[in-house]
């Protein structure tokens, strides 16, 4: 089967948010979970080196059929994927900042503006009232609350007013987003199984609203109840995708990675201000699950490239209901 680069979709820039993103994970959680240095230093590379493929294979793509470009960015099932080449940027370059802080700041700076663009764009479609309901999924969520994931990267660039403001604009959203999403769950049919780690996003907002409000505006104990939430939607999501190997492989597995990096990473933040065993061991045992779930679909995703699987022409993932019209 010919592999092509029509066929790589945006959404694969979530293995740069999932590698990077556990790379400062771990960076986060030194203290209260032992972990030798290099093992955060290893995905911090692998994320950058990730970035480093893609852009170049996705400015290919742009130039070569951009009319496939065009259909990522217009379709409501596709459009919030987007949101993971911006937001993976700012990680890569939190993750640059120890050692190459001026490049990092660029590459931040490069990141938030795109993800501002994209949060405009994105408030276009949607304001255009033409979206189904059916064709909504947890994707949304990266492109219009990405701006809560930003400030941590920032933090390490001593960019951290700047990055307030584009937190502050997707924590106002995410209430109507996540809203939005759940509705589309519990009212709408199923999400066909390609799209079902895209409920895996959920675990965004309430994990980095509480690790990054209370760096931003002090202990504001309150955030804290976020947190106890993540906990609980964290549990619910791994036992509602118990059976997940049986669902068929492709990028939105990276679905998975990140938001399960962000609940390691808040579980670490919650563990650093209660140091108390109970919650050592949550943050100890989120890390090991996210490592586990960025190391699996890592390695399905090279399987997938060297039997000439992952760029090769496949269904899009689409609602049922996209999918019988």
């Known amino acids: 089967m010919r592999q092509s ?18 790379g400062l994970a771990c960076r986060s959680a030194a203290g209260v979970v032992p972990l030798p240095a290099f093992f955060a230093e290893i995905w911090v590379v692998l994320g950058a080196a990730s970035l480093a493929l893609l852009v170049p294979a996705y400015l290919a793509k742009l130039a070569r059929h951009p009319e496939a470009v065009r259909e990522e960015f217009l379709h409501p099932a596709q459009l919030g994927f987007c949101g993971a080449l911006p937001v993976g940027m700012t990680l890569v370059a939190g993750g640059l900042a120890p050692y190459a802080p001026a490049a990092g700041a660029v590459l931040w700076w490069a990141g938030a503006a795109l993800l501002f663009l994209f949060q405009v764009w994105a408030l276009r479609v949607f304001l255009a009232g033409d979206i189904p309901i059916a064709e909504v999924n947890g994707g949304w969520l990266i492109v219009m609350v990405g701006g809560i994931v930003v400030p941590g990267p920032a933090f390490a660039l001593g960019l951290a007013g700047p990055s307030a403001v584009l937190f502050g604009l997707s924590a106002a959203v995410a209430p109507i987003v996540v809203a939005l999403v759940f509705y589309r769950t519990v009212a709408h049919p199923p999400l066909p199984p390609a799209l079902r780690p895209t409920w895996f996003i959920f675990l965004v907002p309430p994990s980095l609203i ?14 804290e109840n976020l947190f106890f939430f993540a906990t609980l939607l964290a549990v ?11 669902w068929p492989f492709g990028a939105t597995w990276w679905a998975f990675t990140f938001p399960l990096d962000a609940y390691a990473f808040a579980a670490a933040r919650y563990a650093q201000s209660h140091p108390e065993p109970l919650w050592k061991g949550v943050a100890a045992a989120a890390l090991a699950v996210a490592t586990l779930f960025v190391a699996l679909v890592l390695v399905k995703t090279l399987v997938a490239l060297a039997r000439g699987e992952l760029l090769a022409p496949a269904a899009t993932p689409r609602s049922a209901a996209s999918r019988a019209a």
């Open 236 to 246: 619910a999501l791994l036992v509602y995708a118990r059976n997940f190997l049986r």
């Open 210 to 223: 509480y690790a990054h409000g209370l760096t931003l505006f002090g202990e504001f104990v309150f955030l």
């Open 5 to 22: 680069v029509r066929h790589l979709p945006v959404g694969m820039y979530g293995a740069v948010m999932g590698l990077a993103g556990l």
